[in-house]
T-cell receptor
Framework: DGGITQSPKYLFRKEGQNVTLSCEQNLNHDAMYWYRQDPGQGLRLIYYSQIVNDFQKGDIAEGYSVSREKKESFPLTVTSAQKNPTAFYLC????????????FGPGTRLTVT | GNSVTQMEGPVTLSEEAFLTINCTYTATGYPSLFWYVQYPGEGLQLLLKATKADDKGSNKGFEATYRKETTSFHLEKGSVQVSDSAVYFCALSDYAGGTSYGKLTFGQGTILTVHP
């Protein structure tokens, strides 16, 4: 079955540590996205990527970094510079940036204490 | 800029009740409109979509009509089930404003709980 996998489902880190969230897709999609979800709020875009080795900042990129070395993978690093890292993180993909239909992974809940 | 406003939740209904979740939007271009559903502990799934004015999106008994004159895209279902309990997000995608892609703008989500 084609889809998007995110791991782990729950992640706990101490303040001051960087942490990397995994996102893999086997849909052969060119475009990939990272969103952050906080309680009572909609999703906010962190980063997006159109093709391998290319990515752009979204609305709330500060304190985050990404890489796109392979078409199927788009890992997100939450750095110690992110002031409020505890959140639910969702990865998504679409056939390309012109396609408005995005497919979402199951999410990773990150808790930083 | 673009924005999406959903009715405040949570919404609590009995099984077989009629559901309406209001959604209104502001957009600078000609957006496509979506409803996504998020079941507990999961990611979002596309529920339905409409790409132009007067289009009606439908799926799994849910419907929404793209009303340009009232800038609305309200979600309705005639008879809800316990399994419909989830968070529902209204969203729009718009290429206007100099974006290079169909950026999705989400509402804040509405929690729906259906009791037997």
């Amino acid at each position: 079955d084609g889809g998007i996998t995110q791991s782990p489902k729950y992640l706990f880190r101490k303040e001051g540590q960087n942490v990397t969230l995994s996102c893999e897709q086997n849909l052969n999609h060119d475009a990939m996205y990272w969103y952050r979800q906080d309680p009572g709020q909609g999703l906010r875009l962190i980063y997006y990527s159109q093709i391998v080795n290319d990515f752009q900042k979204g609305d709330i990129a500060e304190g985050y970094s990404v890489s796109r070395e392979k078409k199927e993978s788009f890992p997100l690093t939450v750095t110690s510079a992110q002031k409020n890292p505890t959140a639910f993180y969702l990865c998504a993909s679409s056939t390309d940036l012109l396609s408005y239909e995005q497919y979402f992974g199951p999410g990773t809940r990150l808790t930083v204490t | 800029g673009n924005s999406v406003t959903q009715m405040e939740g949570p919404v609590t209904l009995s099984e077989e009740a009629f559901l309406t979740i209001n959604c209104t939007y502001t957009a600078t271009g000609y957006p496509s409109l979506f409803w996504y559903v998020q079941y507990p502990g999961e990611g979002l799934q596309l529920l339905l979509k409409a790409t132009k004015a007067d289009d009606k999106g439908s799926n799994k008994g849910f419907e929404a009509t793209y009303r340009k004159e009232t800038t609305s895209f309200h979600l309705e279902k005639g008879s809800v089930q316990v399994s419909d309990s989830a968070v529902y997000f209204c969203a729009l995608s718009d290429y206007a404003g100099g974006t290079s892609y169909g950026k999705l703008t989400f509402g804040q989500g509405t929690i729906l709980t259906v009791h037997p």
